[in-house]
T-cell receptor, first 115, second 112 residues
Framework: DSGVTQTPKHLITATGQRVTLRCSPR?????VYWYQQSLDQGLQFLIH???????AKGNILERFSAQQFPDLHSELNLSSLELGDSALYFC??????????????FGQGTRLTVV | GENVEQHPSTLSVQEGDSAVIKCTYS??????FPWYKQELGKGPQLIID?????GEKKDQRIAVTLNKTAKHFSLHITETQPEDSAVYFC???????????FGQGTILTVHP
């Protein structure tokens, strides 16, 4: 158990809908990272938050947004869902947030299926 | 952006054999070189990492070697066991970028 909790584990929804994925980082970790994993694209970095502030942005679609709350949990919001958004979404957390990367601990992921 | 390539994409070995996976990167600023293991149904987990001022690091059956000049680093697993079967990802990184960029992964299968 990595100590990172993601909910829900599975999500099935229809095209055009909006969903929210939730991540609770390990106790004491200030950084949260979101990744999308699909069969053909591997692990794609979406966004990084450190102590509530956005630190880095990757290939995140405009239909997607994220935030990190004062209690450090994070949510990834996916809207106007398309079939191609079906993937595993991982959250990871780490102690560091900037110039010194330390180990990133991954959650079990949320499997999103858009039908 | 960072261009990361892993080879081979699949690797099949007999139990007890050694396995080597190579990761090539393009960003000369990269200074942190981790390897992650992802088992079926789980998130990736760090198994070993190395920083740019070190050429080699070993942890029991696992080792990582770095060639910064040639911009590649390799994962070495000796005396492989069936439980080593997983997908392995490299993630060469410049720590100030604030993110890990993963390779496409290598599927390792260890046959008993």
């Amino acid at each position: 158990d990595s100590g990172v909790t993601q909910t829900p584990k599975h999500l099935i929804t229809a095209t055009g809908q909006r969903v929210t994925l939730r991540c609770s980082p390990r106790s004491g970790d200030l950084s949260v990272y979101w990744y999308q994993q699909s069969l053909d694209q591997g692990l794609q970095f979406l966004i990084h938050y450190y102590n509530g502030e956005e630190r880095a942005k990757g290939n995140i679609l405009e239909r997607f947004s994220a935030q990190q709350f004062p209690d450090l949990h994070s949510e990834l919001n996916l809207s106007s869902l398309e079939l191609g958004d079906s993937a595993l979404y991982f959250c990871a957390s780490s102690v560091s947030g900037g110039s010194i990367i330390t180990e990133a601990f991954f959650g079990q992921g949320t499997r999103l299926t858009v039908v | 952006g960072e261009n990361v390539e892993q080879h081979p994409s699949t690797l099949s070995v007999q139990e007890g054999d050694s396995a080597v996976i190579k990761c090539t990167y393009s960003d000369s600023a990269s200074n942190y070189f981790p390897w992650y293991k992802q088992e079926l149904g789980k998130g990736p987990q760090l198994i070993i990492d190395i920083r740019s001022n070190v050429g080699e690091k070993k942890d029991q059956r696992i080792a990582v070697t770095l060639n910064k000049t040639a911009k590649h680093f390799s994962l070495h697993i000796t005396e492989t066991q069936p439980e080593d079967s997983a997908v392995y990802f490299c993630a060469p990184t410049y720590t100030s970028y604030g993110k890990l960029t993963f390779g496409q992964g290598t599927i390792l299968t260890v046959h008993p």
